[in-house]
């Protein structure tokens, strides 16, 4: 698994949200990824891109009424199991889960606390390493950087990782080929997402467990 000085990973949360179609831009935060800055949604927003040429977007995590995006649970396919819970507050990953509906494909990063404070979905042309800046091996012709802020794959209590998958997840789905860890530095964890083409997305966060769905459409 990828570490930084903490941990590189991602997870997901459970409880559906409205659709509120974005494309802001945010600030810099360490190694690259995206804060939220002026151009953050207000709660309850969900992210939903025309394709990869849109901007950062960033997303205050938090649950809303269900909407469009169903209970978030992927279709049969890969996962991995939840690791253990941090006594400690906050918000930690606990499992990376794929799978594929009728119309897309989907990731789902779940975690055990409390949803991420935001989360930022951008379109970019290669993933980096936060905060090392290094070039992360992927698997795909377009990518997306998926940040969480206020989130981490390790316990600060104990050091022990909360997530106990591997750091790179390999559906090899039509449009989901690729998903690799990127980061878990200074409150901001990172993964990068490798897709065969250009295509719409769809990310919202969900509750009961707490989760960050992507729906990546074929």
């Known amino acids: 698994m990828f570490r930084s000085r903490r941990l590189t990973v991602a997870a997901l949360g459970t409880a559906a949200l409205a659709v509120t179609a974005c494309t802001t831009g945010g600030t810099s935060a360490p190694g690259g990824a995206s804060a939220p800055g002026a151009g953050s949604t207000g709660p309850g927003s969900t992210v939903e891109s025309p394709g990869a040429s849109a901007a950062a977007t960033v997303v205050p995590a938090t649950g809303a009424t269900p909407g469009s995006g169903g209970s978030g649970s992927p279709a049969p396919g890969t996962g991995t199991t939840a ?5 400690a507050p906050g918000s930690y990953l606990t499992a990376i889960r794929t799978g594929q509906q009728p119309s897309a494909d989907r990731v789902v990063f779940e975690f055990s606390g409390k949803l991420p404070t935001s989360y930022t979905v951008t379109p970019v042309s290669g993933i980096t390493g936060d905060a090392s800046g290094k070039p992360v091996t992927i698997a795909g012709q377009s ?24 750091s790179s997840v390999k559906p090899g789905y039509a449009q989901l080929l690729d998903v690799e860890a990127a980061g878990d530095f200074e409150g901001y964890l990172t993964w990068g997402v490798g897709l065969s083409a250009k295509g719409p997305y769809h990310a919202y966060t969900l509750t009961a467990p707490y989760r960050v769905v992507i729906d990546l459409g074929r």
């Open 143 to 166: 990518f997306l950087r998926v940040t969480f802020r206020g989130a981490s794959a390790v316990c600060p209590a104990t050091g022990h990782p909360t997530y106990a998958g591997p």
């Open 83 to 87: 690791g253990a819970a941090c006594a």
